[in-house]
């Protein structure tokens, strides 16, 4: 029973690990610029080194380095138009390519208002963890099961998304000269947090039917009708 609450304990750390990941997904550009969900740098040749960069986060984007200007960052908001930033703040018109695939783009990140709701499932399937008794793990396991779900759904969109526009600008023949586009850590803190969410789930649930399980050998181990009374002591006989 012991080494059942160890595994327990486990699984509530991992649950608040994936917590901790996604806050920190949820809090990229334009709340922290060099978190970023996709990373755009712009190389213009220049001696000086001024290199435009641009960062794209949960609620909006950032941009650093640009000639005669300050770093700035746009008010968070709900979706956005990664092509249109590009076309206004870095003057990479150029991505604008198809108007098809970019509206797509803007409609998916709608989708990452879902970053801040997972971390707030993790967070409650943490503190149901914390709680003794089965039904708090099986709520615990039934949460961790939603934010897992959650976290798939917009990981799918963010890299949908994002993947369009990395592609654009990174194309062989038709991407923008000078410029690159990579990965930022927020994408892979999301990748990190479902694969942590899910593990977090299972060790929990593993946890919760096992102490269902021992609690119900225990029960009946009590109400079993006791049958060994031992042997009748033998008498002695004196001749």
Known sequence: MRQTGFIHHIGSFLLLVATVL?????????AVKNISMLRVDIDRGTANGNNPVVTFGTFGWCTQDLIQSSDDCSGAHVGYDPSRVLAENAGLGAVDNSEFRFAAVRRLTNVMVLHPVAAGLAFIS???????????????????????VVIIVVL??????????????????????????????????????????FFGM?????????????????????AAPKTDYGAPERRRRWF
Do not use: K, M, Q, Y
């Open 156 to 197: 799918a969109c963010d890299f949908a998304a994002f993947a369009i526009v990395r592609h654009a600008i990174n194309d062989d023949d038709d991407g923008v000269p000078g410029a690159r586009a990579s990965w930022g850590t927020a994408a892979w803190t999301l990748v990190a947090a479902a694969v942590v969410a």
């Open 22 to 30: 996604l806050i920190v997904t949820s809090i990229s550009a334009p």
């Open 202 to 222: 299972l060790v929990v649930f593993f946890t919760c039917c096992s102490a269902r399980l021992h609690r119900r050998r225990e029960n009946r181990a009590r």
């Open 126 to 148: 943490f503190l149901l963890a914390l709680g003794a008794g089965v039904v708090g793990s099986l709520l615990s396991a039934l949460a961790a099961l939603l934010t897992f």
